[in-house]
């Protein structure tokens, strides 16, 4: 077969529809009947289980023999009907994928946290490369001109997997570029394995997961695999992401597609059933993300492996509305686990739920509603991630919430799943940027003779000049040009220039650029200032027993209730901007750092510079804040707003016994629908969900004209 035709059919090929789980005799007949019918993931984190410790490399060994009897029987004939010919070579690159995806499990952290030993789990990896050679070598004894032309076909794949990950920008990509660097010619699965361990464990990622220095979660819909690999044990949707997955990935369509068809009533009326038709599209890019977690979800009790699903920002102000969408997502999710887990559990105890979702709802601090929202998932067993949260008195009263909810639930019997707490920590440097920027830039063209020439300059140099000459008030000129699209920092050379030239923040440019610099510097640390006393509050040392007593006496939860519910909290670092906003926010517990693939290849980076030492940031989120930057800071409203807890949470935690002081000006729940970093979150959202939502109708649009 030539090479045009087997890559043709590796990059073609689609799994069968999940059916009936195979009538099997043991675990590797399974994992080989699940793969051959077009599986390999399914069926290589069919392994990942704890009954299976101890008991891996004999199962290695089964399912090598079975392979290995498949990849004789696929040996290929000129006398070969074509069709008969794309099964064998089907075969073959299954039989390749499938050993491929068990070595990667076997090299990231998934084989430690599924129990097995470093003995056996080397073994079998051993077995299983030594496997690999043998095919790529049996391929070049049977046409030496195309020597491991299959096998290379599933690692192009797998590569070109890798590169779509933020268009080849973020962590992942550039990890598939290393390995792919490392490949051996006549050998791509078995230097492919041996390049992936190696990469994989040479991660800074993988080397906190192990060394439990913190959690991690991924703000994108693809490569998660590879993420879990280096110990990521969440990931979060939102209608931004949502359209970035169907970017990357357009092959979704065609999945999205195939759902479509099956809904008459929306190829007759696409419009009547936008929301509907939006809640399946995203779906379609969630379903392979419970997957991926799948087995890291049941192997901790659901604490871990969570995909985190935005609910519709339209109804994000209503607990009925709220609450619909999430039931209706729950039952779907649901409904796919049941037949997922029937094929990734087979054959082992049936002790605990099965088809329980990996699944938390997003829920937007956008209105007061979120707190009942909160409140009453968390009391159905249904974790949640409260999003669009920003500061200290929106993220205590959501925890409580949560909390609230978690106890009644497990008052009743029912296992409570992992919540999180979001600290959107870079959006709001980015708000109280714009806002210093605006302020300064102001001041400038009120003392400029030529206010409107030096806006144009300014706008002009970057890239916002549209922005400046458009007719409308100074004001929204001023704001436009300010924003973070435009002005990323307000050390660039442009904004330096325009208020050096005025002597608003100095006599010359140099005190300019000093005073420019501290204060971007300041306003840097700022999220990370709100996600570092929200920990303190509730999971500092001297804290978390004051909130294990107050559980157990408010709330009337025994000692092992109580520490349930404080393990399955978690602060989540997002939207950041700069290394440090991770390192920063490291924690031993009760913390996951959420990232964006090109941030992950940040702090890759940093970590690969001279000097760095991993140790310096153990338990970084406990370190005491600077006095000087805080002052600063306060001075500045909307972080005080942040900063500060409120007069009825003050109340609240002194009931608890919590200690440190806290302020008392911070944004009162009433007043969390106008802070400027919700106002401006949640019309990105909104307006991300609603253009989403188009795509989807127009695509439903061209669906019913082709089938009419």
Known sequence: ??????????????????????????????????????????AADHLLHREMSGRLVETAGAIVRRLNLEFLRSRASPNDPAEVQRRKLLARLRAYEVLVEV?????????RAAGFSDGEADEAFRHITRTLEGWEALEGEEQPESRGLVAGAVVDRLIREMKKVMGGGGMVAKM???????????????????????????????????????????????GLRWLRHLGYVQVSTNPVLAARAYDDDPGLWDRFGRVAREHPEWLHDPEAHGDEIAMEATQVALWPNLAVFRPIALLSRMHDGMVSYQLNPNVADSLEGSLADALRIYASAEEFLRRYD???????????????????????GSSPAAVEVTRALNRAGIGTNNTVTYTVAQETTLILAAMEGMAEALRKGIRITQAYETNMGGRLESHLRDLEAERLLTEVLRKTENGEGTLRRLAEALGALGEAEREAPLE???????????????????????????????????????????????????GTLVAQRVYRIFFSPENRPRWLAYLRQKHGLSEAEAEEVMNKIDVLPASKRKPEDTLLTLARRNMTNTEFPDHQLKVLNASRQMGFNLAEYEDAVMRDADPGVVQRLLKLGDFRRAYDSTPELVKRLKEV???????????????????GSVVKTMREFTDAYNSFKKRAIEFVHRLAEGSS
């Open 476 to 526: 929204e000129r001023v704001r436009a040009v300010c924003g973070f699209r435009y002005l990323k920092s307000l050390t660039h050379p442009a904004f330096v220039e325009a208020v050096a030239e005025s002597k608003v923040a100095g006599r010359t440019r140099e005190e300019t650029l000093r005073f420019l610099s501290r204060l971007e510097g300041d306003i840097g640390l700022s």
């Open 657 to 675: 016994g919590v200690s440190g002081d806290f302020g008392d000006g911070g944004l009162g729940t009433a007043e969390w629908p106008a802070f």
């Open 103 to 111: 070595a990667v499990n076997l090299s990231g952290v998934e084989a």
């Open 342 to 364: 029937a094929h990734l559990t087979w054959g082992y105890s049936a002790a605990g739920e099965r088809g329980r979702p990996n699944i938390v709802f997003k829920v937007a």
């Open 176 to 222: 598939g570029e290393e390995i792919e660097g490392r490949l051996v010619k006549g050998r791509a699965a078995s230097s492919f394995a041996a390049a992936a361990r190696e990469v994989i464990q040479g991660n800074v990622y993988y080397r906190m997961a192990t060394r439990g220095l913190c959690k991690f979660g991924n703000d994108y819909a693809l």
């Open 1 to 42: 077969m030539k090479v045009a035709d087997v890559l043709s059919v590796a990059l073609g090929a689609e799994p069968e529809e999940l059916g009936p789980v195979p009538q099997s005799l043991d675990h590797g007949e399974h994992v080989v009947a699940v793969a051959l019918a077009g599986h390999p993931q399914l």
